[in-house]
């Protein structure tokens, strides 16, 4: 939604910002997004602040759910096969650990994309 706020009505998680299952990111979204908004209205940054805040992060992880989707509808037997085959060789390969790195690192880099402030001190 382009806004997440109305007056005094806030949304968080879902209800404001829902990833879809193939993001695999909504949990994370749903309890950072609660810890923002409650520190932004302590701290008095207000709604402005909670989208200031969250926007980025949340467009982020968004984003992850159409480039996985594209490997999660697997079109045949003989390709769910292959897939499933790979990934129980994945660990004896050469080269695992760049391509752990090419399937993995986008979601570490949308996982990380915020700095949580310490709202507490
Ligand atoms: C199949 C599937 C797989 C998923 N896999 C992952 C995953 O691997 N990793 C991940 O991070 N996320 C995953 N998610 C997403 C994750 O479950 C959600 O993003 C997350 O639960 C959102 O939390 P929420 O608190 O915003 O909403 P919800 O968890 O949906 O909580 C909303 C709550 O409000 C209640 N409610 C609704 N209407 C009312 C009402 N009128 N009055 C009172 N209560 C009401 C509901 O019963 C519910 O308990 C998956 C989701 C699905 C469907």
Same mark, same amino acid.
């Given at each position: *939604?382009?806004?997440?706020?109305?007056?005094?009505? *806030?949304? !968080?998680?879902?209800?404001?910002?829902?990833? +879809? %299952?193939? +993001?695999? #990111?909504?949990?994370?979204?749903?309890?950072? /997004?609660?810890? !923002?908004?409650?520190? =932004?209205?302590?701290? /008095?940054?207000?709604?402005?602040?909670?989208?200031? =805040?969250?926007?980025?992060?949340?467009?982020?992880? #968004?984003?992850?759910?159409?480039?996985?989707?594209?490997?999660? !509808?697997?079109? +045949? &037997?003989?390709? @769910?096969?292959? #897939?499933?085959? *790979?990934?129980?060789? @994945? %660990? $004896? @390969? %050469?080269?695992?650990?760049?391509?752990?790195?090419?399937?993995? /690192? %986008?979601? $570490? &880099?949308?996982?990380?994309?915020?700095? @949580?402030?310490?709202? !507490? =001190?």
């Amino acid at each position: *939604m382009d806004r997440w706020s109305k007056g005094r009505v *806030m949304l !968080v998680g879902d209800a404001a910002y829902c990833a +879809s %299952p193939a +993001s695999g #990111q909504g949990t994370s979204l749903a309890i950072v /997004g609660a810890y !923002v908004l409650a520190g =932004e209205l302590a701290d /008095g940054g207000g709604a402005d602040g909670y989208e200031r =805040e969250l926007r980025d992060f949340v467009t982020a992880n #968004q984003a992850l759910a159409e480039a996985n989707l594209k490997g999660m !509808v697997i079109p +045949s &037997r003989l390709a @769910l096969w292959i #897939q499933i085959t *790979m990934i129980k060789l @994945l %660990p $004896h @390969l %050469p080269g695992r650990d760049r391509m752990v790195e090419r399937i993995a /690192g %986008p979601i $570490h &880099r949308a996982a990380n994309a915020i700095s @949580l402030k310490n709202y !507490v =001190e």
